[in-house]
Nanobody, 130 residues
Framework: QVQLVESGGGLVQPGGSLRLSCAAS????????IGWFRQAPGKEREGVSC????????VYTDSVKGRFTISRDNAKNTVYLQMNSLKPEDTAVYYC???????????????????????WGQGTQVTVSS
């Protein structure tokens, strides 16, 4: 059974940091593209970052470039999103999602649409406020 479980959300002051985790079970995460998305109240779900399968190339939406870093630990079957210099506008529920498996090179140039992903976690709340 494929499952994604996010953790690491919370309340942080502007300028602070959080690291989100996305633990996968039921599949080998390394052959999947993993995306992080977020949804603020009253807004559509938007792509934040994605890491490609196999070679681990990362892409980011413009608003988080230079502040967020996505990474993958295949041994732990977990993907992380390190978020630094957090801003109030980063407040949202953050979701990880997976699509695959891919056994050949996949070139990702931007965060794919939510419709490209087959599996979703339940989300973790991130609140940036003083």
């Amino acid at each position: 059974q494929v499952q994604l479980v996010e953790s690491g959300g919370g309340l942080v002051q502007p300028g602070g940091s959080l690291r989100l985790s996305c633990a996968a079970s039921g599949f080998t995460l390394g052959t999947y593209a993993i995306g992080w998305f977020r949804q603020a109240p009253g807004k559509e779900r938007e792509g934040v970052s994605c890491i490609s399968p196999n070679d681990g190339v990362a892409v980011y939406t413009d608003s988080v470039k230079g502040r967020f870093t996505i990474s993958r630990d295949n041994a732990k079957n977990t993907v992380y999103l390190q978020m630094n210099s957090l801003k109030p506008e980063d407040t949202a529920v953050y979701y990880c999602a997976a699509t695959g498996p891919f056994h050949a090179k996949v070139v990702i140039t931007s965060v794919p649409s939510i419709y490209e992903f087959d599996y979703w976690g339940q989300g973790t709340q991130v609140t940036v406020s003083s």
